[in-house]
Protein backbone atom coordinates (compact mmCIF):
# COMPACT_ATOMS: atom_id res chain seq x y z
CA UNK A 1 0.00 0.00 0.00
CA UNK A 2 1.50 3.27 -0.95
CA UNK A 3 1.89 5.92 1.76
CA UNK A 4 1.37 9.78 0.94
CA UNK A 5 3.36 12.52 3.28
CA UNK A 6 1.81 15.81 3.21
CA UNK A 7 3.51 18.69 4.24
CA UNK A 8 0.53 22.06 4.88
CA UNK A 9 2.24 24.86 4.99
CA UNK A 10 0.06 28.24 6.22
CA UNK A 11 -1.63 28.78 9.71
CA UNK A 12 -2.00 25.63 10.57
CA UNK A 13 -0.71 24.93 14.61
CA UNK A 14 -2.66 26.20 17.89
CA UNK A 15 -5.88 26.09 15.37
CA UNK A 16 -7.35 23.05 15.55
CA UNK A 17 -5.75 21.92 12.62
CA UNK A 18 -4.20 18.39 14.02
CA UNK A 19 -7.48 17.18 15.79
CA UNK A 20 -9.73 18.25 12.96
CA UNK A 21 -7.47 16.27 10.31
CA UNK A 22 -7.54 13.45 13.04
CA UNK A 23 -11.35 13.05 13.10
CA UNK A 24 -11.98 13.63 9.21
CA UNK A 25 -9.22 10.43 8.67
CA UNK A 26 -10.86 8.65 11.50
CA UNK A 27 -14.39 8.69 9.61
CA UNK A 28 -13.33 8.14 6.34
CA UNK A 29 -11.06 5.72 6.97
CA UNK A 30 -7.54 6.74 6.90
CA UNK A 31 -4.44 5.64 8.48
CA UNK A 32 -1.69 7.19 9.48
CA UNK A 33 -0.15 10.69 11.87
CA UNK A 34 -0.15 13.88 11.61
CA UNK A 35 1.97 16.31 13.83
CA UNK A 36 3.41 19.43 14.31
CA UNK A 37 6.84 20.43 12.83
CA UNK A 38 8.91 23.21 14.52
CA UNK A 39 9.00 25.36 11.74
CA UNK A 40 4.80 26.05 11.62
CA UNK A 41 4.25 23.50 9.46
CA UNK A 42 1.82 20.72 9.31
CA UNK A 43 3.02 16.81 8.43
CA UNK A 44 0.86 14.25 7.68
CA UNK A 45 1.52 10.66 6.53
CA UNK A 46 -1.79 8.76 5.23
CA UNK A 47 -2.99 5.06 3.67
CA UNK A 48 -6.08 4.04 2.08
CA UNK A 49 -7.81 3.68 -0.90
CA UNK A 50 -6.74 6.26 -3.89
CA UNK A 51 -10.39 7.29 -3.58
CA UNK A 52 -10.35 8.03 -0.52
CA UNK A 53 -6.82 9.37 -0.46
CA UNK A 54 -8.07 11.90 -2.98
CA UNK A 55 -11.17 12.68 -0.89
CA UNK A 56 -9.20 13.67 2.41
CA UNK A 57 -6.59 15.82 0.60
CA UNK A 58 -9.86 18.00 0.02
CA UNK A 59 -10.42 17.94 3.77
CA UNK A 60 -6.40 18.70 4.15
CA UNK A 61 -7.24 22.11 2.17
CA UNK A 62 -9.90 22.93 4.00
CA UNK A 63 -8.58 22.57 7.57
CA UNK A 64 -10.26 23.65 10.60
CA UNK A 65 -12.51 26.08 11.10
CA UNK A 66 -9.33 28.61 12.02
CA UNK A 67 -6.53 27.53 10.01
CA UNK A 68 -5.51 29.09 6.67
CA UNK A 69 -3.82 26.41 4.59
CA UNK A 70 -1.79 28.15 2.17
CA UNK A 71 -0.18 25.10 -0.16
CA UNK A 72 0.37 21.56 0.27
CA UNK A 73 3.25 19.44 -0.84
CA UNK A 74 2.59 16.12 -1.95
CA UNK A 75 4.95 13.04 -2.14
CA UNK A 76 4.06 9.04 -2.49
CA UNK A 77 6.61 6.43 0.05
CA UNK A 78 7.13 3.09 0.17
CA UNK A 79 6.78 2.50 3.95
CA UNK A 80 5.41 0.32 6.97
CA UNK A 81 1.33 0.38 7.13
CA UNK A 82 0.06 2.29 10.01
CA UNK A 83 -2.42 1.18 12.83
CA UNK A 84 -5.15 3.53 12.58
CA UNK A 85 -4.80 7.16 12.54
CA UNK A 86 -2.84 9.17 15.75
CA UNK A 87 -1.51 12.77 16.45
CA UNK A 88 1.90 12.72 17.49
CA UNK A 89 2.97 15.28 19.71
Given at each position: MKT????IKGRVQGVGYRITTQLNAERI???GIVKNLPNGDV???AQGEEN???NFKKYLKIGS?????QSI????LDR???EGFVTKY
Open positions: YHFLGINEVFIIQIMSKVEESVEEF
